[in-house]
């Protein structure tokens, strides 16, 4: 009997699931600051004296704008990575969806 293959997720599809992740956290932001629940390091507010509703501050706007551009890095990188697969899909010649 044949072993099943095993798939091994590298860091470029890693990296597309920690953006997406990202991503959701920062559009939820805002609706989940005013429900009590804050997704910045505890560590971070009391070192730059932020209040978490104080999404308006300096410091806050810089956090937010380091998960961006984080966020942009892993989806950089997951293109590449995807980029770089030799993947043959089957072209579907009829309105019908495949699975």
């Known amino acids: 009997m044949e072993k099943p293959a095993v798939v091994v ?3 470029g599809i890693g990296g597309i699931a920690t953006a997406a ?7 939820d932001m805002s609706s989940d600051i005013a429900e009590g629940f804050i997704n910045i390091p505890v560590e971070y507010l009391e070192e730059h ?3 978490p509703e104080d999404m308006e501050s300096l410091p806050f706007r810089a956090w937010v704008r380091s998960r961006v ?3 942009r890095e892993y989806f950089r990188e997951g293109k590449r990575y ?3 697969l030799d993947v043959k899909l089957p072209v579907n010649t009829d309105d ?3 699975f």
Not at 21 to 27: W, Y
């Open 9 to 11: 997720i590298g860091a």
């Open 69 to 71: 551009e984080l966020v």
């Open 96 to 98: 019908s969806p495949r």
């Open 49 to 51: 004296s932020v209040n």
């Open 82 to 84: 995807l980029d770089e």
């Open 21 to 27: 992740h990202i991503t959701h956290m920062l559009h």
